[in-house]
């Protein structure tokens, strides 16, 4: 009789242990990885920035401002139509 409540205790923190590790540690998982994620993409989508404008400057320096801007512009497009076709499934592309 004398051991029920140390099993009442034990029982209750190895439920509470479940129940968290079931709810706050996975979403605390969760939300790491998601602030991971937005700096990554924030990290990368300056990088890109930075290659864009010293592929202008570079450009510039090589054939002019207008031929950097023309050549930059089709890379542009170019890339823009690939996507594009990209958008849809094979067989929906098709018909």
């Given at each position: 009789?004398?051991?029920?409540?140390?099993?009442?205790?034990?029982?209750?923190?190895?439920?509470?242990?479940?129940?968290?590790?079931?709810?706050?540690?996975?979403?605390?998982?969760w939300?790491?990885?998601?602030?991971?994620?937005?700096?990554?993409?924030?990290?990368?989508?300056?990088?890109?920035?930075?290659?864009?404008?010293?592929?202008?400057?570079?450009?510039?320096?090589?054939?002019?401002?207008?031929?950097?801007?023309?050549?930059?512009?089709?890379?542009?497009?170019?890339?823009?139509?690939?996507?594009?076709?990209?958008?849809?499934?094979?067989d929906?592309?098709?018909?």
């Amino acid at each position: 009789m004398n051991d029920y409540p140390t099993q009442i205790a034990d029982f209750l923190e190895s439920v509470a242990t479940k129940v968290r590790a079931m709810t706050v540690d996975r979403v605390a998982r969760w939300a790491k990885w998601t602030g991971v994620g937005i700096f990554a993409a924030l990290l990368g989508l300056v990088l890109a920035i930075f290659l864009v404008v010293g592929l202008v400057r570079l450009l510039e320096v090589l054939v002019g401002m207008q031929w950097a801007y023309t050549i930059i512009g089709g890379l542009f497009v170019v890339v823009g139509m690939f996507l594009w076709r990209l958008r849809l499934p094979r067989d929906a592309s098709q018909d």
